[in-house]
Nanobody
Framework: QVQLVESGGGLVQAGGSLRLSCQAS????????MGWFRQLPGQEREFVAG????????YYADSVKGRFTISRDNAKNTVYLQVNSLKPEDTAVYYC???????????????????WGQGTQVTVSS
């Protein structure tokens, strides 16, 4: 089992930045591929960014490419999502997730994730 707790969300003006964090506890964090997803009210949860267990590979949704950066610090059991140049359409609840399904690749499929955090709200005002 692994527990995930997100933080760092908030209200920000368009063009602003936030740094989301996801603190993991429980089983060895470093063996998991990690990802960030987001969900708007009434919509399905969508993939935002993913990173392999050793940070060698990252992958981003087209909508955030060039603006968001995923990283991780296995010594601190933490994965981060730096979100820059925020737009009102980035407003959502952001979730981090952990996957044991892939040792070497980024996991994009929501169904391949084993554990989820409770989410952190990001609101971007225009």
């Amino acid at each position: 089992q692994v527990q995930l707790v997100e933080s760092g969300g908030g209200l920000v003006q368009a063009g602003g930045s936030l740094r989301l964090s996801c603190q993991a506890s429980g089983r060895t964090f470093s063996i998991y591929a990690m990802g960030w997803f987001r969900q708007l009210p009434g919509q399905e949860r969508e993939f935002v960014a993913g990173i392999t267990w050793n940070s060698e590979r990252t992958y981003y949704a087209d909508s955030v490419k060039g603006r968001f950066t995923i990283s991780r610090d296995n010594a601190k059991n933490t994965v981060y999502l730096q979100v820059n140049s925020l737009k009102p359409e980035d407003t959502a609840v952001y979730y981090c997730a952990a996957s044991l399904k892939s040792r070497w690749g980024v996991v994009v499929d929501i169904n391949e994730y084993d554990y989820w955090g409770q989410g952190t709200q990001v609101t971007v005002s225009s």
